[in-house]
């Protein structure tokens, strides 16, 4: 149910900002999330790939 609010609310949201012009702190609030979620890439890609399992499995 949470997804599919989110996903409702990124649609309504890509439908009717193009045309607006944003204050300065929503574009602020935009790049400090689009650099967590760049941040949060590499610890998920190393889950994934199962280094930390390999990891665990060395130290015993």
């Not at 599919?4 to 999330?33: C, D, F, Q, S």
């Not at 689009?34 to 941040?39: E, M, V, Y």
């Amino acid at each position: 149910a949470g997804l599919l609010a989110a996903a409702a609310a990124v649609a309504i949201a890509a439908w009717t900002v193009p045309g607006r012009r944003l204050v300065p702190y929503w574009g602020r609030a935009g790049e400090i999330l689009h650099s967590a979620l760049a941040i949060a890439v590499l610890p998920l890609a190393l889950w994934v790939l199962g280094v930390y399992g390999a990891l665990r499995a060395i130290n015993g």
